[in-house]
């Protein structure tokens, strides 16, 4: 399960300082900062068999890794965002030929893996962008908070990607909650409601009509 907060930079000029170790410091320990480019692209069958099952496949090399993830079951409430995840490492030569038959252990992600069957997977959109992180432990609480910048990129047009997440990892969802606001309040960030793949889609799907 994934819980993270999605918050939109309306304004990158506040980027300099919303990224500052002492803005995380307040809430707890800082560790673990990392820069790790991320440029990922996104599979579906063409009849949109995942999307239709609320589902999304991703291939993405995080740095020189790339990993496989399946998120599915969404639920978002102000920015709140609760999902099924899987994340698997690949190899290069995993990457040839995009397929769920990874995730085949996991008796949660068979019934997506049927519902493609042997219809191939193709490229829906990518998403190329920098993740500045962050881990901080409040003491009962650690979460990840990553700065995400760079586009969304589909065959209608390209999206901006301005954003913070933080990630729960362990502890309480309500301190979460409760530091995520506080930093909204202070920098002026704004509730997301869509996850990147969902504003990639629909402009895809905008420009069809």
Do not use: H
């Not at 995400?148 to 729960?168: F, H, P, R």
Request: glycine letters at 6%; aromatic letters at 8%.
């Amino acid at each position: 399960m994934e819980i993270e907060l999605k918050y939109g930079i309306p304004d990158p000029g506040i980027i300099d300082s919303l990224w500052k170790e002492e803005v995380f410091s307040r809430y707890g320990s800082v560790d673990k900062k990392t820069t790790i480019p991320m440029l990922a692209t996104y599979y579906d069958t063409k009849a949109g068999d995942l999307r239709k099952a609320d589902a999304a496949f991703r291939i993405r090399k995080e740095g020189d890794q790339p990993v496989a993830t399946l998120k599915w079951n969404d639920s978002v409430k102000e920015g709140l965002f609760e999902r099924e995840e899987l994340n698997i490492n690949l190899t290069d030569s995993d990457c040839e030929t995009p397929t769920l038959s990874k995730f085949i252990e996991s008796e949660s992600a068979c019934a997506l893996i049927e519902k493609v069957g042997d219809r191939p997977l193709v490229p829906v959109l990518k998403t190329d962008f920098t993740r500045k992180t962050m881990r901080i432990d409040t003491g009962t609480t650690i979460f990840e908070a990553d700065l995400d910048v760079g586009s969304i990129i589909t065959s209608a047009k390209n999206l901006d990607i301005c954003e913070l997440e933080i990630e729960l990892y362990s502890g309480s969802r309500d301190e979460l909650v409760s530091i995520g606001e506080d930093i909204a309040e202070r920098f002026g960030l704004v509730p997301g409601l869509k996850s990147k793949y969902q504003r990639g889609i629909e402009a895809v799907e905008s420009a069809d009509e």
